[in-house]
């Protein structure tokens, strides 16, 4: 898994992985004493650690917000000794939204590794005769979360560059090393650019940007493929303005697989939106043939497949490290970079294709063994990505992974993964990972407080009541936030910021 793999293989461990399995070993015998201690003296012990008048400080600000005190939980502790210093309904499960991905993304790096690499590589099987390859063209997909066009660019120029310049039989797309599915959560808008497919086989965040003018030509609307350097058309994702009002200002016109648009007639004269790709492998395949093209390469029309046995590499393009795009995703949250994190750590685990649901349930089981003094009641996520109304787990259980996270990950350390936020008028600082849905908000992490000590915390508002109302009427044709939902949001990060910045000056 890391270093301690390479002690079983024989070989000299270094000097800091040595140390870190000695800080392990001494974490793990601390967890036993404390343990025992919890048996012979009860409870009592964790609770006296707190601090009563800080507690009740924190409590009284929640009852005086419009907050109902069941809608708000926190749990606290100093790393240091980990004593408790603040909890509010530390065990009541939450709606976790994107805080989800700290799970994830900490155990696919020490599942994986911070250097764990994805591949991307094309493959021939026949014979080349004159720049000709009689046989088939293989693109394979190994679930890069951050795969580009202009990765896909550099891989057109390569092949280019091995002598091939027709393919004389059939293009394929082998997306099989990961579950296909055309959105992560079918209970969110069909629109909305963070709901896209996932594939082994992704590019660009599987998003494309849509323009329209229809004062210069009312069918010049067009869907492309975008990256740092350009943008490229793409003919396989049609788009076209509906003869009557749809039901949405973007709305699909087949199945959620089907990347087929139909605009509304009332959105403005010209424009530009974002919308999720459903059929990944499919597109990523057309982008890279209209490149190959470019270079003088001519292929097929793309058609779904399986590598051919026997079949050799061209072209190999290998991702950025993991630890990279981790803190990529911790920063930026994008939903389907963390799931595929997850599916792939849950592969390594099991050495099976998994369900998003299954794969996040693997998951979950592997933290329940690497903490299997801890309480995981109630803890249960639909996702990797937190995209789910319906995924549980409560503020003890965060602080948990974040505590076992403090230290290396795989190699990786997960604090400084985390996106800095600093406090104006305090002299500390966090890092954290946020979540945010309609009625459902977090924020966990580290806080570096003006003392000088660190504490690891998780605080979550949820009104379960209104996010099941929004459920029982959803319409996957609205993507837009109600005003209400605005407003509950705003007053949730205001005692948020109030709670946490207390705790970085008090403690």
Known sequence: ????????????????????????????????????????????????????????????????????????????????????????????????????????????????????????????????????????????????????????????????????????????????????????????????????????????????????????????????????????????????????????????????????????????????????????????AEVFRALAAEEGVDLPDPTPGVTPEGARALVNHDSIPLGEIASGVLHYSNNLSAELIGLAASQRLTGRRLTLKDSATALGAWWKLRRPEADWTGFAVENHSGLSSRSRTTPRQIVTMLEESSELMGGADFNELLKQIQWKGVNGWARVKTGTMSYARGLAGYINTESGSRLAFAIFFNDVEKRAALDDAFDRHVRAIDGASRSWRNSALRLEETLTTGWAKRF
């Open 1 to 284: 898994m890391f270093q301690s793999n390479r002690l079983i293989a024989g070989m000299t461990a270094p000097v800091s992985a040595s140390r870190a399995m000695e800080r392990r070993w001494l974490k793990q015998c601390a967890v036993a004493l404390v343990t025992a201690l919890f048996f012979v003296t009860g409870p009592a012990v964790a609770e006296d650690a707190v601090n009563v008048d800080s507690t009740q400080a924190d409590v009284a600000l929640v009852k005086a917000s419009k907050f109902a005190p069941d809608d708000v939980g926190y749990f606290v502790i100093d790393l240091a000794d980990n004593r408790v210093v603040a909890e509010h309904n530390a065990d009541r499960p939450f709606i976790p939204a994107s805080v989800a991905k700290i799970p994830a993304v900490a155990a696919g790096l020490e599942i994986l590794g911070s250097d764990y690499r994805f591949a991307t590589t094309v493959l021939a099987d026949g014979e080349i005769t004159d720049g000709v390859l009689s046989g088939s063209l293989t693109l394979r997909g190994g679930g890069d979360p951050f795969l580009s066009s202009d990765d896909l660019q550099t891989m057109a120029k390569a092949l280019a560059a091995s002598g091939i310049k027709k393919v004389e039989g059939s293009f394929h797309y082998d997306a099989s090393a990961l579950i296909e599915v055309p959105q992560i959560n079918d209970m969110q808008p069909e629109a909305a650019g963070y709901n896209t497919g996932v594939s082994a086989l992704s590019v660009n965040f599987n998003r494309v940007r849509l323009n329209w003018n229809r004062g210069r030509d009312p069918s010049s609307a067009f869907a492309a493929a975008i990256s740092e350097s350009r943008a490229l058309p793409l003919d396989g994702v049609a788009i076209a303005f509906a003869a009557e009002e749809p039901p949405g200002p973007f709305v699909r016109a087949g199945t959620p697989s089907e990347d087929r648009w139909l605009l509304a007639p009332s959105l403005p004269e010209t424009g530009e939106d974002w919308l999720p790709v459903g059929d990944p492998s499919l597109v990523t």
